[in-house]
């Protein structure tokens, strides 16, 4: 009786097409789970960090009360430099932590989180960490994990109005819209950077929610669209997404 079976030659064949489809697929189904992954994990973050913000204050008042100075002072030291006032970030961050699980408090003066920081396009930049809190030679505390393992950061108080950023747990590196971004924050509360037709987060629009876009503001406009609209598909088809059209790739074809 005939046995029927396959060549070692047909094996390796078929081995080998699996191979090249696996190659072709598993990438692309890693990155589409890990941009829902961010969608999920930004939406969460946010949801806290708003209501600790409005519980804070509830508690101490709005912001713009709180008689804080400005971080750029108008002055500058002996040596030319400017010299700054970081004590609105240290007492937002002091005051919002008691509202959130920390699982970490960065030390005064030392670098918190050690990765290197990219702008959407694709470029590492010195420039990219503008806030100061990344750096060895300033005071800034307000910089914290939460439990989940999210940094956040606050940034330079304006007067009346800040910011704050995240670094999502994604990776030893920050990538500016793809797993860290920006929050505005005053007395109306916080608010993602790039929402539509929002006067406070215009100069972080949605422009600059694109990889071709060149700066240091290059992906800080894309917080709102990936909370709103719940995917990062700025990221494939950009110049066929806008907030008055399509929010999707799949809605422009």
């Known amino acids: 009786m005939k046995k029927l079976g396959f060549t070692l030659a047909e094996v390796l064949i078929t081995l080998g097409i699996i191979g090249i489809v696996a190659a072709m697929t598993i990438p692309t189904l890693i990155a589409k789970y890990q941009e829902r992954q961010t969608v999920s994990q930004l939406t969460k ?15 101490y008042g709005t912001v713009d009360t709180w008689g804080m100075k400005a971080t750029n002072t108008g002055e500058v ?23 959130l699980r920390v699982a ?7 670098i918190c989180f050690p990765g290197a920081s990219y702008t959407l396009d694709g470029i590492k930049r010195t420039e990219a960490n503008t806030l100061p809190s990344d750096k060895t030679d300033t005071p800034v505390e307000g910089r ?25 747990p994604q990776g030893k590196d ?11 924050i005053d007395s109306k509360g916080l608010r993602p ?3 539509k037709d929002d006067p406070e987060t215009s100069s972080r ?21 990936v909370i709103y609209n719940k995917n990062l598909d700025y990221l494939h088809c950009r110049d066929k997404l806008s907030w008055d059209g399509a929010h999707s790739c799949k809605d422009a074809e």
């Open 45 to 59: 973050v946010y949801s806290t960090l708003a209501s600790a913000y409005q519980m804070m204050q509830a508690e």
């Open 77 to 99: 030291d002996e040596d030319g430099d400017t010299i700054y006032d970081h004590s609105a970030q240290n007492l937002i961050s002091e005051r919002l932590r008691k509202y």
């Open 104 to 110: 970490k408090q960065c030390e005064k003066g030392k």
């Open 144 to 168: 914290f994990f939460l439990q989940d393992g999210t940094y956040v950061s606050f940034g330079w108080w304006a007067g009346t109005y800040g910011g704050i950023y995240v670094i999502l």
């Open 174 to 184: 920050s990538v500016l819209g793809k797993n860290r971004f920006y929050f505005h």
């Open 193 to 195: 950077y790039g929402l």
């Open 205 to 225: 629009s949605f422009r600059t929610c694109d990889p071709s876009y060149v700066g240091v503001a290059s992906g800080q406009g894309c917080t709102a669209w």
